[in-house]
């Protein structure tokens, strides 16, 4: 089935950018989400993007896609103390269904 | 516009016992999933419903069941609780069953 892969920890400065990496196994993903949750609370979906583009931006945040590795990534620029939190990769596919990786823990230090 | 609401938010139940949990969509959306967040790892898939029926299920037991009202709420049941469904339980809803996915805080459940 379905495998989708995260680095768990990232550590960066304040104003430094961030790069958060993901690979999925699954190659008829379709959409390819990614989500913050902050501790105790459920998950913000903060981009996506569709199988067919290479990049979206949207303000601080650009995803870069490589469908023919099925490697997805998300910038954050300027990076903010606010932004500490797990962020989650999720690929989803016609039917509806979203597998998640594990998660990468960003910590941002002041 | 509310958003993806659940309830109740915290939940302790012993083994054996049987749980009930709520979700309401997001206003216009029509399809919701379910799924289980256990500590330190990622949501898996429980299963998704729309026009309240069940459209896919993900690879959990007979125990989790649901069921989608006509006003598009749904309710996820667990029976003969185990120690390992102590989790947060996730409800996402959409607008069609491609539509992206919007979730709820989410209810912790803890078995004890």
């Known amino acids: 089935g379905e495998d989708v892969e995260q680095s768990l920890f990232l550590s960066v400065r304040e104003g430094d950018s961030s790069v958060i990496n993901c690979t999925y196994t699954?190659?008829?993903?379709?959409?390819l989400y990614w989500y913050k949750q902050e501790p105790g609370a459920g998950l913000q979906l903060l981009t996506y993007?569709?199988?067919?583009?290479d990049m979206k931006q949207d303000q601080r945040l650009t995803v870069l896609l490589n469908k023919k590795d099925k490697h997805l990534s998300l910038r954050i620029a300027d990076t903010q103390t606010g932004d500490s939190a797990i962020y989650f990769c999720?690929?989803?596919?016609?039917?509806?269904?979203?597998?998640f990786g594990d998660g990468t823990t960003l910590t941002v230090k002041p | 516009d509310a958003g993806v609401t659940q309830s109740p938010t915290h939940l302790i139940k012993t083994r054996g016992q049987q749980v009930t949990l709520r979700c309401s969509p997001k206003?216009?959306?029509?399809?919701v999933s379910w799924y289980q967040q256990a500590l330190g790892q990622g949501p898996q898939f429980i299963f998704q419903?729309?026009?309240?029926?069940?459209?896919q299920r993900g690879n959990f037991p007979d125990r989790f069941s649901g069921h989608q009202f006509p006003n598009y709420s749904s309710e996820l049941n667990v029976n003969a609780l185990l120690l390992g469904d102590s989790a947060l339980y996730l409800c996402?809803?959409?607008?069609?069953?491609?539509?992206?996915?919007?979730f709820g805080p989410g209810t912790r459940l803890l078995v004890l």
């Open positions: 419903y729309y026009e309240e029926e069940e459209r």
């Open positions: 699954d190659s008829s993903s379709t959409y």
């Open positions: 996402a809803s959409s607008l069609g069953v491609e539509g992206t996915q919007y």
């Open positions: 993007i569709f199988s067919n583009m």
């Open positions: 206003s216009g959306h029509d399809t």
């Open positions: 999720a690929a989803g596919t016609n039917a509806g269904k979203s597998t």
